[in-house]
């Protein structure tokens, strides 16, 4: 069905413990780890900030560029609004998350940069795995 349902607790409660291990992975800027719940796949679809990036291994490329391979010093900080859940059928759940970037500039000024990630899981043969993605940012502020 198109229309939106009350979230599932089953996949809300599979699709958390997920999420929990992506945001260790992207505390770390493990990007193998982060994207282990991504579809493996040429249909993964994920756009950012304007630019739409379709398959896992274009996806994998750009969050290791973003990531600087390890050497990106972006952490997610508390303050965030607790995640989203909302059910589009019994195998497909959305989920939306605000998260707050802070990350130190080459001066040692310290900024902070609130953004927003929506993804849609799918519960597929080998679990949940996110689908789609959308992610935008908001300009830093001190």
Known sequence: SACAQP???????????????????AAVHDADAFMAFMLHSPS???A????????WKALHA????WWS???NNTKPVPGGAAPEFMALGPDVE????????RYTLQDGKVVTSPFV???????L???????YGHESWKRPRD
């Open 7 to 25: 979230s599932s607790s089953a996949a809300e409660r599979a699709i958390r413990p997920l999420m929990a291990k992506m945001g260790k992975a």
């Open 44 to 46: 993964l679809v994920y």
């Open 48 to 55: 950012i900030n304007g630019r739409v990036i379709h398959g």
């Open 62 to 65: 750009a969050q290791m560029k």
């Open 69 to 71: 391979r390890g050497k």
């Open 94 to 101: 959305i989920v939306t998350l605000q998260i707050i970037g």
């Open 117 to 123: 990630v929506t993804d849609m899981w799918q519960h």
């Open 125 to 131: 043969p080998q679990g949940w795995r996110i689908v």
